[in-house]
């Protein structure tokens, strides 16, 4: 079946450095989102990308959609700490259907 | 946030018990989900509805059972709750394909 994989799974960086997680999907896909989930918290929708190569920016985190339209990265510029929780990317593959293919999730640690 | 509110936040109940879960959104969203959390397993979707009374099954449907009576409100009902179905409950509703999720329930079997 269809699959969105993401890495890294999970992800502990000094405060200031920079990180990436990455999706990449079995199948083309139509859109992708990433949302937040904060620990103890409920997922919470950043951001969806549309278009083959779209690049979102939402102050300190780069949003990036493939030219294939089957993988996507999220980057964080000079992390902090209130960037910890769970970052995952959802995509959907097009058609009347409203589902979502879900990855497992990034879990980023920063150390103050 | 949207409006989605989830009850009981929080559930302890027997094995073998009936359980109800609430989703209630005030969004007027046509698409309501549920979904179970659980280390390891990131969100796996349970069932969804595209409208009222129209419902359809997810990945991990099975002892789960739901209904949507209404544009707002979508129940998950566990018939016959059993160990393996203790998790994290999320509810979420949209329009397009973006979703919105409820505060959670967190569910344990005992």
């Known amino acids: 079946g269809q699959q969105v994989m993401q890495i890294p799974q999970y992800q502990h960086v000094q405060e200031g450095e920079d990180f990436t997680t990455y999706c990449n999907s079995s199948?083309?896909?139509?859109?992708i989102q990433w949302y937040k989930q904060r620990p103890g918290g409920h997922p919470v929708f950043l951001i969806q990308l549309v278009k083959s190569g779209e690049v979102k920016k939402q102050k300190r985190l780069t949003f990036q959609f493939g030219e294939a339209k089957k993988n996507s990265s999220l980057h964080i510029t000079a992390t902090q700490t209130t960037d910890v929780g769970t970052y995952f990317c959802?995509?959907?593959?097009?058609?009347?259907?409203?589902?979502?293919?879900w990855g497992l999730g990034t879990s980023l640690a920063v150390n103050p | 946030d949207a409006g989605i509110t989830q009850s009981p936040r929080h559930k302890v109940t027997e094995t073998g018990t009936p359980v109800t879960l609430r989703c209630h959104q005030t969004e007027n969203h046509r698409y309501m989900y549920w979904y179970r959390q659980d280390p390891g397993h990131g969100l796996r979707l349970i069932h969804y509805s595209y409208g009222v009374k129209d419902t359809d099954k997810g990945e991990v449907s099975d002892g789960y059972s739901v209904s949507r009576s209404k544009t707002e409100d979508f129940l998950l009902t566990l018939e016959s709750a059993t160990s393996s179905q203790t998790s994290v409950y999320f509810c979420?509703?949209?329009?397009?394909?973006?979703?919105?999720f409820g505060a959670g329930t967190r569910l344990s079997v005992l």
């Open positions: 959802a995509g959907n593959n097009a058609g009347n259907n409203r589902k979502l293919i």
């Open positions: 199948t083309t896909l139509s859109n």
């Open positions: 979420a509703s949209g329009q397009d394909y973006i979703q919105y």
